[in-house]
């Protein structure tokens, strides 16, 4: 199993605040990694770290290195906005761009990256909706308004919306803590069915969905990487105390 | 429950009543004068308003004329207005909402915010130095002009209000997918925005189309339709205030009938706005 | 960093006393059968309602083990725990089993209390010892006093093979009775001897998780 993402030395910071301290981590292709951790551990960063999203808050730094495929996209020539077209992201809420239709918020990354053809974006359209699984419920109604669907429906709108671009990596923060668990349970089994082709990192505060939905889980705490393995082993028999701790539930 | 709770009770209720009725009575003493306005307009105008009034020209105070040219001054003075100041206005709102959280950003604002507050006449007495005294005529374009300089604070304010409004996720979700900054800027906040900006819009016009006080140096006067840019034209405002100050009661009745027009012209294009945003998105719903 | 309070941990410490209770109630089944096999009295019908509860018991314990998996989706060194639990309930409940296979003997072998008890009294008190080492190990979540039982086991499978080679040498002056019940007594203790180590694995299991004999904890 290769490693897509290597992750070295990583450290961001907030203005002076030290977020994420001396992150080593290696990220296996088409795997599922879960990024756990309690609340303000730094999780929502460090992914954040992969796609450059978080330079774009007003005084944030980043240092180290984040190699993909080998090549570290804090590199000197490297353009972030082409670093995201290969990186995408899937927020806590659904985001879907209200004015537009289902069919437009799918499209809206092809089109507003200089895609023309029209039977291009049909094809992408729909390839994107049924990985999705969303093509089924919405294909008589792509013209609708992306705002209008359910919770869940949204969120994997969202979904299609990423896979739109054809990344290779997809970026899961908290993707479920917005849903109820009829659409959780979903949102979950896609996440598998997407781990064929893409690979997948999701950051939840759910522990039971981490330990569901993912091959490997890095415990973060208070910025610095406690533990990472396969998650069976982490979740029978961890090997770091304070990972042990927490996921008894003994604090966080 | 006792005696005592009831008499609190009941004073309880006698308390609410009284303060719904004084809230009501300050609804009606707010509302009243502006409907006395538009009665006494309405009802003073009405028997004037006919189709010659509405499409002849000016004559002679032992005759009744219309307000044709004056309808056909404003609006061409408008329609410059809104050429010159809208593109201006909307594109300095959205750097301002989008660029501008920086100094530069700062110092533009206070700058707009102090132009919106200049008094009209000012204005107008800009537009005359810097291009009624160059051309050495009066003309449209001058109010045209005018009018601009005051639209454009008014219109960058609420762009930049607007595109505001839209929450930073739907920002975060095109940047997330690869768009640059300026296409995210452009397509996707100004487009969520667009019901926002347009109300701006129209409401700036509306507000612009009764603006008198620059006119009066500006575009002028004319007794005839216009014929150019370059030259004075009538509009309703300034029309309203010639005849209103002049001695003949036939004038006065005209101008009361103009002014009816331009309150109809406002309710018109406040109705407008609301037409064309219903049901749309819009961030604070 | 103080630990919270969980709500599973209620269930944790009743499985705990569960399982602490029903290795007290092996403990003195197996006693009392092998008093009774030194007096010759009939103890069979008491012994064998002992083992019937000690079986109920260690359905009580998997019923609730199960209970707190479903319900709190334990995982680490809980999920381990209550794994452990299920398995050491069992081993302890097997101890009333061969406690009344023991007292079986007694109506079978009429002349028993006549036959000379040394050796299989020698191996009893080594085998509740060891009973009683696992009990305490497990209370105490102590992995060297655990792992001390794979000596103790040794040293029974060695009186186990020890007497039955000095039978088959037909060497003996006793009955054929007494020989017979004494190989099938030993035989029993020795499986007695048996669970309680399968009980201290589990405990090395439940705090360590790792799995295999005993051997590398000394």
Redesign the interface.
């Known amino acids: 199993m290769a490693d897509k993402i290597g992750i070295e030395n990583l450290n961001a910071w907030f203005r002076t605040n030290h977020v994420l301290t001396e992150i080593n981590m290696s990220i296996p292709e088409r795997n599922v990694t879960a990024v756990i951790g309690p609340s303000g551990c730094g999780k929502s960063t460090l992914i954040r770290c992969l796609n450059r999203m978080h330079e774009l808050v007003p005084e944030a730094r980043v240092s180290g290195r984040v190699l993909i495929d080998g090549v570290d996209i804090y590199g000197r020539d490297v353009d972030p906005v082409q670093v995201r077209r290969r990186v995408g992201m899937v927020f806590q809420k659904p985001n879907p761009f209200p004015t537009m239709s289902i069919y437009d918020n799918v499209a809206a990354g092809l089109k507003l990256n200089g895609e023309r053809k029209r039977s291009k974006i049909d094809e992408v359209v729909k390839k994107s909706l049924d990985m999705a699984a969303l093509w089924d419920e919405v294909k008589d109604d792509l013209g609708k308004s992306g705002a209008s669907l359910s919770g869940g429906q949204q969120q994997r709108l969202c979904i299609a919306r990423a896979l739109a671009v054809e990344p290779e990596v997809i970026l899961m923060d908290e993707p479920c803590s917005a849903l109820d668990p009829i659409a959780t349970a979903k949102i979950e089994s896609l996440i598998r069915t997407l781990r064929e082709n893409y690979t997948i990192i999701t950051v939840t505060h759910n522990m039971q969905q981490a330990a569901r939905v993912s091959d490997f889980t890095g415990f973060l705490y208070l910025g610095k990487l406690i533990e990472f393995g396969e998650t069976r082993q982490i979740f029978s028999n961890p090997r770091n105390e304070l990972t042990e701790r927490y996921l008894s539930g003994r604090f966080g | 429950m006792n005696k005592v709770d009831r008499d609190r009770s009941r004073r309880r209720l006698a308390v609410d009543r009284l303060m719904y009725f004084l809230c009501f009575l300050c609804v009606l003493i707010a509302v009243v004068p502006l409907l006395s306005v538009l009665y006494y307009v309405a009802a003073s105008s009405l028997a004037i308003i006919n189709f010659s009034f509405l499409t002849g020209l000016p004559r002679p105070p032992d005759e009744y004329g219309g307000i044709g040219n004056a309808m056909q001054g404003t609006f061409i003075v408008v329609a410059t207005a809104s050429l010159i100041g809208l593109p201006i206005g909307v594109f300095a709102g959205i750097y301002l909402a989008e660029y501008g959280?920086n100094r530069i950003g700062g110092s533009i604002r206070f700058v707009a915010d102090i132009l919106a507050g200049v008094p009209s006449i000012v204005v107008g007495l800009f537009a005359y130095s810097f291009i009624v005294l160059a051309m050495k005529r009066f003309s449209a374009l001058a109010g045209g002009v005018a009018l601009a300089a005051i639209m454009i604070p008014i219109v960058a304010r609420t762009t930049e209000e607007s595109v505001k409004l839209v929450?930073n996720?739907?920002r975060?979700?095109?940047?997330?997918?690869?768009?640059?900054k300026w296409?995210t800027a452009l397509?996707?906040a100004v487009?969520?925005a667009?019901s926002g900006i347009l109300t701006g819009i129209m409401l700036s016009i509306a507000r612009i189309s009764g603006e008198t006080a620059p006119l009066l140096f500006t575009a002028f006067g004319n007794r005839y339709w216009a014929v150019g840019i370059d030259q004075p034209v009538e509009t309703l405002p300034v029309r309203i205030f010639n005849y209103a100050i002049a001695p003949y009661d036939r004038w006065h009745a005209e101008a009361l009938g103009a002014a009816f027009l331009l309150i109809i012209l406002m309710l018109a294009i406040n109705l407008l706005v609301r037409f064309a945003v219903r049901g749309?998105?819009s961030p604070t719903r | 960093m103080v630990d919270m309070p969980r709500l599973m941990d209620m269930g944790l410490e009743k499985l705990t006393s569960m399982i602490l209770e029903t290795a007290e109630m092996a403990q003195r089944c197996v006693e009392a059968v092998v008093i009774a096999h030194n007096e010759g009295s009939r103890i069979t019908p008491q012994i064998r309602a002992w083992s019937d509860e000690l079986r109920l018991k260690y359905n009580n314990v998997e019923d609730l083990a199960v209970e707190l998996l479903a319900r709190f989706q334990p995982v680490a060194s809980d999920l381990r725990f209550i794994k452990s639990s299920m398995k050491i309930a069992y081993d302890i409940s097997r101890l009333g089993r061969y406690a009344y296979d023991i007292a079986l003997l007694l109506t079978m072998f009429k002349g028993i209390a006549q036959c000379n008890h040394e050796l299989t009294n020698n191996m009893a008190k080594k085998s509740m010892d060891m009973i009683r080492k696992s009990t305490q190990a497990f209370k105490d979540r102590d992995v060297k006093l655990a792992s001390s039982l794979v000596k103790d086991d040794d040293v029974i499978d060695d009186m186990f093979e020890h007497y039955l080679s000095t039978v088959l040498a037909r060497k003996s002056e006793e009955t054929i009775e007494c020989l017979v019940s004494n190989v099938l007594i030993m035989r029993y203790l020795e499986r007695i001897a048996d669970h309680a180590c399968y009980v201290a694995d589990s405990v090395i299991y439940m705090v360590t998780g790792k799995t295999g004999r005993a051997l590398d904890w000394t």
Do not use: H, K
């Open positions: 959280n929450p996720t739907l975060e979700a095109a940047l997330a997918l690869g768009i640059t296409r397509y996707v487009s969520t667009r749309r998105y």
